[in-house]
């Protein structure tokens, strides 16, 4: 389950953030995920609250902005929301196309005290 390595990653990175901002506990942590990475949002909230346990996130609130993919043609410059199987222009039906937005994996804030 990639989950756990996403979230492995993205707690680290918070708790790094915070213990260098001389906080000693983190209350949320707001992240910015694409649905390209296929991050099944049950999972990704089962592995929070596996993974934060025994760390100053423990009580920490995980608020996931999902991002959908879009992407914009190459050829006619329109820009589209598409899903994973299907990345075709849908003005001109191009396959050259630059993704625009979908893979983001950021944390965007964390408060800690
Ligand atoms: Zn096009």
Redesign the pocket.
């Known amino acids: 389950m990639h989950e756990m390595g996403i979230c492995d990653g993205i707690l680290t990175a918070a708790v790094q953030a915070a213990t260098s901002a001389g906080a000693s506990r983190i209350s949320r942590i707001e992240v910015s995920i694409g649905e390209l990475t296929e991050v099944m949002d049950d999972a990704l909230r089962f592995a929070f609250d596996a993974l934060r346990r025994g760390t100053m996130a423990e009580e920490a609130v995980l608020a996931v902005n999902y991002l959908e993919a879009r992407s914009q043609?190459?050829?006619?410059?329109?820009e589209?929301r598409h899903d994973r199987f299907d990345p075709k222009?849908?003005?001109?039906?191009?396959y050259?196309?630059t993704l625009v937005q979908g893979r983001e994996l950021r944390i965007d804030a964390i408060d800690a005290e």
């Open positions: 043609c190459t050829e006619c410059g329109s589209f222009c849908p003005e001109c039906g191009s050259v196309i």
